[in-house]
């Protein structure tokens, strides 16, 4: 995975990085305490590198939390966002208090269920959803009437909807019946409502999905509501390699010139009789 230095708002950095939370950062910018590079920022939406540029609070470099990533298995009627202005339940009231600094990779709608990313590496959830990257996702999806080989195959192809092209990267039939069919979709995208827009635009109303798979990870048996710790090695995070140490070439010896003791003394000439 490569490293990504991309720039995003102060108060979104700070939050991604566990070190504070928004409303922390909003009072530290208008206060006038909170340091970027050593120079003080007035405007919690100036762009910033979290993973390369230094803060400060006060002078004090800032602590933020060690490496993080959790898996959870998003119920329905819970919603993937940090606060709910309709008062909904959120992904982060299923968390323990220590873990809702961390900020889900992509989202599930509220009717969605299954395998969610939580996480405070920028880094890795800039990699994840970013389409360039081809991550895989896999649904199961369960559509209300019976799919036809040809509606089938059409999916399969891509459907253009709303200037769109809605084209899973794999797609297979469980089992069908005239009350309802049973699939699984693989996408690489993350585009908005995506499946339930691809089978409406084919006449069937999804009535379940459930993301069962994202990368290299398997939802498996965790209950719904419950989170697992991540490591590294199950999402194939690799540390960035140490900088190599630059050999410096020795310097150039210069014969000093007009210094007697470094003269070369020549034999004497021979003379011949």
């Known amino acids: 995975m490569e490293r990504d230095f991309g720039k995003v708002p102060l108060e979104r950095a ?14 530290w910018v208008l206060k006038g305490r909170l340091q970027v590079n050593g120079r003080t920022v007035r405007d919690t939406q100036f762009m910033v590198s979290p993973e390369k540029d230094r803060f400060t609070v006060d002078g004090k470099p800032m602590v933020k939390d060690s490496w993080q990533a959790i898996m959870l298995n998003k119920p329905k009627a819970v919603v993937t966002t940090a606060s709910d202005e309709k008062g909904r339940r959120t992904v982060f009231d299923l968390l323990p208090a220590e873990l809702r600094s961390l900020h889900p990779v992509g989202r599930l709608d509220m009717a969605t269920t299954g395998l969610l990313i939580l996480t405070n590496d920028t880094r890795l959830s800039s990699y994840l959803t970013d389409p360039a990257n081809a991550v895989p996702r896999t649904y199961l999806v369960t559509v209300a009437g019976e799919m036809t080989e040809a509606e089938l195959a059409r999916a399969a192809a891509g459907i253009l909807d709303e200037g769109e092209l809605l084209k899973p990267s ?49 939802l498996g048996a965790l209950e719904p509501g419950r989170f697992r710790r991540l490591t590294k090695e199950e999402l ?30 020549m034999p004497p000439k021979r003379r011949h009789f």
């Open 14 to 27: 700070l939050s991604k990085l566990g070190a504070a939370s928004r409303s922390q950062t909003r009072d």
């Open 170 to 218: 794999r797609i297979s039939l469980r089992k069908a019946s005239g009350r309802e069919s049973h699939l699984t979709v693989e996408l690489t995208e993350g585009k908005n409502r995506e499946l339930r827009r691809l089978f409406e635009a084919l006449g069937h109303e999804v009535t379940a999905l459930k993301r069962v798979a994202f990368g290299p990870l398997q």
């Open 236 to 265: 194939h995070v690799k540390e960035a390699p140490p900088a190599p140490a630059i050999k410096r070439p020795p310097a150039p010896w210069h014969k000093p010139r007009d210094n007697k003791r470094f003269k070369r003394k």
